[in-house]
């Protein structure tokens, strides 16, 4: 534990130090994250950080689940609870799943081993992202992303199945405060504009250390090191910078090779999604126990999982 404080004092105080020597170059990287934050990511994610808090509130998460109680039970030894959040965030994206699970757990929904299963299966991007931004703006291949959407579902699901275990807690599927509707929309406006300022956070510093340690040679290292492993030097290059911001990650992949050989890469590293998409989910899983470790040893199991499914898929159409 300390020589893992030392080596994080290290990385900040060098970090800084960049900052102070090229201010001009870093402050532009900012700027950048939070152009891309403000015209990209917050019009999509805010509405449904919003909606969603306001369907939690209003227990709808209980009613939808109800219908989906036994298959959810069976697969991923889910309370209902867990389909109405698995839904929210296919649609929606990271880290809306890990915000609502934090959300039921506060509110007395879920327990902290059912927190810790949903937790699985509900950890994804959202299709706007994957076919808009990935598949037609990026590869400009809508079939790409059509691909990586199908390997990255596969993926979460497959690894539900695999990963869930069986717990002994009591169903909570009652709320334990009565609905206030009167502070509904106010509690909710505040929620989300919080919720999003801190992934907004997350996106602007993330994209900046991909400069940092672009210029220090530090991402050269990394993408050296994986050629070792009979990877192409563009992708291994792509994958070192996914590693730290997903989104740069992707753009860089999309230009490193042809569509079957980055694809099932792409797919991977979005399932995974990154050191940025790590912090923000674990912002909102600390809030309900879920350690660091486990949630990294699903995310790895559910990348490996959607690169297998995307290498068929890229095998069968390309």
């Known amino acids: 534990m300390k020589t893992l404080r030392i080596f994080l004092i290290i990385i900040v105080t060098g970090i800084m130090a960049a900052l102070v020597i090229y201010p001009e170059r870093y402050i532009q990287s900012v700027q950048d994250g939070l152009k891309l934050f403000v015209i990209s990511v917050l019009p999509a994610l805010f509405p449904f950080f919003f909606f969603s808090k306001i369907l939690s509130a209003l227990d709808v998460a209980s009613s939808m689940g109800r219908f989906i109680k036994k298959p959810l039970n069976k697969l991923f030894h889910s309370p209902p609870v867990g389909g109405y959040i698995l839904i929210i965030s296919l649609l929606s994206g990271y880290p809306v799943g890990a915000k609502l699970v934090s959300d039921c757990y506060k ?25 808009g931004a990935v598949g037609a703006s990026m590869f400009r291949d809508k079939f790409a992303g059509a691909i990586i959407l199908i390997s990255h579902y596969l993926g979460a699901i497959v690894n539900g199945l695999i990963l869930t275990t069986k717990t002994y807690d009591e ?17 909710s406006i505040t929620s989300s504009v919080m919720s999003v300022l801190i992934v907004g956070g997350y996106i602007a510093v993330f994209g900046m250390l991909i400069d940092v340690f672009t210029d220090f040679k530090i991402l050269s290292f990394f993408s050296k090191t994986l050629t070792l492993f009979f990877i192409d ?44 998409i790590t912090l923000q989910s674990l912002t909102f899983y600390s809030q309900c126990k879920i350690k660091p470790l486990f949630y990294l040893k699903t995310k790895i199991s559910q990348g490996i999982i959607s690169y297998i499914a995307a290498t068929i898929l890229c095998l069968i159409f390309y």
């Open 171 to 187: 169903e909570k599927n009652i709320l334990t405060n009565p609905i206030d509707y009167d502070n509904i929309l106010s509690e």
């Open 107 to 131: 509110s007395g929904l879920i327990t902290q081993k059912q927190a810790q299963n949903i937790s699985v299966f509900t950890s994804t991007s959202g299709p706007l992202f994957i076919l």
């Open 233 to 276: 030097e563009k992708i291994a290059y792509g994958l070192s910078a996914s590693i730290v911001e997903m989104t740069r990650g992707c753009l860089i992949l999309s230009q490193s090779g042809p569509p079957f050989a980055v694809v099932p890469v792409c797919a991977a590293m979005i399932s995974f999604g990154g050191l940025s």
